[in-house]
């Protein structure tokens, strides 16, 4: 089972009033897949003071920079490493037919004698999404959060073989794992238990802040711990690594505490309309405010959509989400209810294809048919691209008659990552003496680096990190050591691993272009046997196929009569079969599709 570390702080808490929401529900025991047992971490004294090291830190980056996903990074002493964070992204177009893009661990791998513990800043599937992936080569223990770890364990269900060694931990705490001292520190983000870092190391002390955002006004009552922040740049901080995702955008991100009065002001707007609520499942926090202003307008509420169900069952039996039970209906029920008795939550906000939004819009979800009194509020912004999709969305929902409300018409919507001003506010506090931003493209990180040059740095102690960069720390110096291996991995249906570059070819060329099959039976003297069997797929038109594939057929015969079959090899045959045939139909069409070519000799 899942262990939880209890340490004893000695710090005090941070002089402010802590609200929490009240319970409704009594929590309920989780039920947890099997998990092997690991030893308590030896506990340490909750401050980590001055480092007066004289060693050096390798620190290697294998995804998350120069990159918006993919998040990775090793940290290395000559005896003992540690990774934070072990995230997928998803692939572009470039990509067809492939499931997810993981990094490429081989460094990790030849490095295993020294891994000790895979740290999770939080559940983000940019941070946990390829864990099955390297828990299968890599059996380390694990470290984060109540609901981090909850999610993990609900992914691993799907991968039965994988025995996973978690230990939670939580704010304030410290542990201790060779030459490398962790503590944990409270941020909010756009998902409840999320983490920066402080790794304690021979070099000095590293920050490490994962994703984060300052709300002065959280639901959870909990603010991002600046007392500590502040506390360890007195201390000292040898390295800042700060994430970049929102870098360019000036002033403060809105608290999330904003979206939910604008929510409530749509609900009050909409007395009598049904309400459907797309949003990102993993923020619980969203979760919680429409939970409860559902309650209190006296509307029932229905799942759709497997994580936002998965999710929320998680969130609810570890305390982090609390709602009544008896105000959850099955979607299968809502035709029992009055629009105006209604709010449905469901997936859907980035447009995935599958997503049941995505399938509300185009009519080809039977649970729920969109119609003029719906009112669907889209809370969450589109990731880049996938701005294409959204809006698609939008408009078939629009067409359906319903009122469509999202993020660039209401507050509907506030970002978990930090602008420009809480950016600032973290270089301050800590005063590192290096900097390497991380979390975004290189257009993210550059700027980043000029934002930490205006507040005083140097341009020789900051590092803009690369893929594969592997960088070393001391006290006196940071430097750029070289590269190593750290491509991506691809998940392909069951299959991980590097994909041959030619498989990637011949599936954009599938389709961009479509495919021509020919079948072709000839004699021993060369005559052909009945006419050629063609078939294509997405080459012409429907209106053109039959006259197009009868030329085909035609010509096909007569280049079959101009050629020496009796003393041709059978597989030089297909190939110039294949080659006239592509020929052929360039010139018709300006395509070059996919085309086999199959010579029966008898």
């Known amino acids: ?64 920079v120069g990159e918006i996903g993919k998040n990775m990074t090793a940290f290395e002493t000559d ?21 997810a893009v993981v990094p490429d661990i081989s ?39 109540r609901l981090t770890l909850a999610l993990v364990e609900n992914k691993l269900r799907e991968y039965p073989k994988i025995k996973a060694k978690m230990v939670t931990v939580k704010p304030k705490n410290v542990l201790r794992l060779g030459d490398f001292t962790i503590e944990f520190i409270k941020v909010s983000h756009s998902i409840a238990g999320s983490l920066a870092l402080c790794i304690g190391t021979p070099a000095g002390n590293i920050i490490h802040t994962g994703d984060f955002k300052i709300d002065f006004q959280p639901i959870d009552g909990e603010m991002t711990d600046l007392i500590r922040f502040g506390e360890l740049g007195k201390h000292g901080v040898s390295l800042l690594m700060c994430e970049s995702t929102n870098v360019c955008r000036k002033g403060y991100s809105m608290s999330e505490s904003n979206v939910g009065k604008e929510l409530e002001n749509i609900i009050k707007a909409h007395p009598d309309n049904r309400l459907i609520v797309a949003t990102f499942a993993s923020n619980v926090h969203r979760l919680q405010q429409i939970m409860n202003l559902a309650e ?15 999710v929320s069952e998680v969130a609810l039996k570890i305390g982090e989400l609390f709602f009544d039970r008896n105000n959850i209906i099955d979607i299968d029920k809502i035709d029992k209810y009055a629009d105006s008795e209604l709010l449905i939550l469901t997936t859907g906000s980035q447009g995935e294809p599958m997503s049941a939004l995505t399938r509300m819009a185009a009519g080809e979800f039977n649970k729920v048919q969109i119609g003029e009194n719906d009112c669907i509020i889209i809370s969450a912004s589109p990731i880049p691209g996938n701005e294409k999709s959204v809006y698609s969305v939008i408009n078939h929902l629009f067409k359906k008659g319903a009122d469509v ?23 301050a506090l800590t005063k590192p003496k290096f900097f390497m931003p991380i979390h975004g493209e290189y257009r993210h990180l550059k700027q980043h680096k000029e934002l930490a040059m205006s507040m005083g740095m140097n341009a020789r102690d900051i590092i803009l990190p690369d893929l594969g960069m592997q960088v070393e720390l001391t006290q ?11 491509g991506i991995r691809l998940v392909d249906g069951i299959g991980v691993g590097d994909l041959e570059s030619s498989v990637l070819r011949e599936r954009k060329q599938l389709s961009e272009d479509g495919f021509a099959i020919a079948v072709i039976n000839v004699s021993g003297t060369g005559d ?54 592509s020929n052929f139909i360039f010139k018709r069409t300006k395509r070059r599709p996919m085309t086999l070519a199959i010579v029966l000799v008898d």
């Open 107 to 145: 460094y990790l791998i030849a490095n295993k004698k020294k891994l000790k513990a895979i740290i999770l800043t939080h559940g983000h599937e940019d941070h946990i999404g390829a864990l099955p992936f390297v828990l299968s080569d890599l059996n380390v223990p694990i470290y984060g959060t």
């Open 296 to 310: 209190k307008y006296k509307r029932k509420i229905a799942f759709t959509g497997r994580s936002m169900v998965n």
């Open 476 to 486: 006196n110096y940071i430097k750029q050591l070289g590269f190593t291996k750290a």
């Open 79 to 99: 005896n003992e490493m540690i990774v934070v964070d072990a995230g997928m992204t998803f692939p572009g177009e470039e990509l067809p037919g492939v499931d």
């Open 528 to 581: 052909v046997i009945g006419d050629p069997f063609v078939i294509t797929r997405g080459v012409v038109y429907n209106d053109e196929a039959d006259s197009f594939v009868s030329d085909l057929k035609t010509n096909l015969q007569v280049f079959m009569k101009s050629l020496d079959v009796e003393n041709t090899e059978p597989s030089l045959l297909k190939n110039e079969v294949r080659k006239y045939m």
């Open 1 to 64: 089972m899942t262990e939880e570390i209890n340490f004893n702080a000695n710090e005090e808490k941070q002089n402010r009033k802590v609200v929490k929401p009240k319970p409704r529900v009594q929590k309920e025991k989780s039920v947890k897949p099997e998990t092997q047992k690991i030893a308590p971490v030896k506990q340490e004294e909750n401050v980590i003071k001055e480092v007066k090291g004289k060693g050096k830190v390798k620190i290697t980056f294998l995804g998350g």
């Open 405 to 427: 409300i999202y993020d660039e018409l209401a507050d509907v919507h506030a970002s978990g990552h930090a602008c420009q001003e809480e950016i600032k506010t973290i270089h």
